[in-house]
């Protein structure tokens, strides 16, 4: 079984300063995981995707995720927060052996102080 | 490509009433899934289709609800009759291949409010 924990359900930064939004997953085999990004009242848009390649993975506007299978994490970094960074982080877990159900973590808000 | 689309953006009715919520996918897309989100309860898969197909409806609420996918370009989520809890933001998703193997992408949502 899958499960995905996102460990903030808020982190507050200063523009300009680094993000850190972390997801811990539990998968019983090779998983994808994503990060979608939601802005207020709009759909989640994907951020990055992990895919059994390259275990940093880079994003759009700046983001990455560096996958690490010992600590079973998978979390977002971006070196310098801007203020459109504001919104709504959700990481996701999807293993095959299985329909591929994806299992959405509860989300951490990041809020961005000028 | 206009990306999933949903209608309406917004529904307001009156418990009791029966709610239609529709999706069209992205074309060629051949997965489908329905979200409800709401600030209690977070971000619920409802339901996922596969080729049309229901593949896991294990998340739908109850039986008041109801989704039909009849042809690969529209699916329609439903509820009746409508009650209070029902009310919350709507999402259906597409994705190309195999349900969440590969990313998915969201329509804007459709906001429900029942009184």
């Known amino acids: 079984a899958q499960s995905v924990t996102q460990l903030d359900s808020h982190v507050s930064v200063s523009e300009g300063t680094p993000v850190l939004l972390r997801c811990n997953y539990s998968?019983?085999?090779?998983?994808?995981l994503f990060w979608y990004v939601q802005h207020p009242n709009k759909g989640l848009q994907l951020l990055l995707k992990?895919?059994?390649?390259?275990?940093l993975v880079k994003g759009i506007n700046g983001f990455e995720a560096e996958f690490k299978k010992s600590e079973t994490s998978f979390h977002l970094t971006k070196p310098s927060a801007h203020m459109s960074d504001a919104a709504e982080y959700f990481c996701?877990?999807?293993?095959?052996?299985?329909?591929?159900?994806?299992?959405f973590g509860r989300g951490t808000s990041l809020i961005v102080h000028p | 490509d206009a990306g999933v689309i949903q209608s309406p953006r917004h529904e307001v009715t009156e418990m009791g009433q029966e709610v239609t919520l529709r999706c069209k996918p992205i074309?060629?897309?051949?997965?489908l899934f329905w979200y409800r989100q709401t600030m209690m309860r977070g971000l619920e898969l409802l339901i996922y289709?596969?080729?049309?197909?229901?593949?896991?409806d294990s998340g739908m609420p109850e039986d008041r609800f109801s989704a039909k996918m009849p042809n690969a370009s529209f699916s329609t989520l439903k509820i009746q009759p409508s009650e209070p809890r029902d009310s919350a933001v709507y999402f259906c998703?597409?994705?190309?291949?195999?349900?969440?193997?590969?990313?998915?992408?969201f329509g804007p949502g459709t906001r429900l409010t029942v009184t």
């Open positions: 998703a597409s994705s190309a291949e195999g349900g969440g193997a590969y990313e998915q992408y």
């Open positions: 998968s019983s085999y090779s998983p994808s």
């Open positions: 992990y895919t059994s390649a390259a275990t």
């Open positions: 996701v877990v999807s293993e095959p052996g299985g329909s591929y159900i994806p299992t």
């Open positions: 074309s060629g897309h051949n997965s």
């Open positions: 289709f596969n080729n049309n197909v229901p593949i896991d």
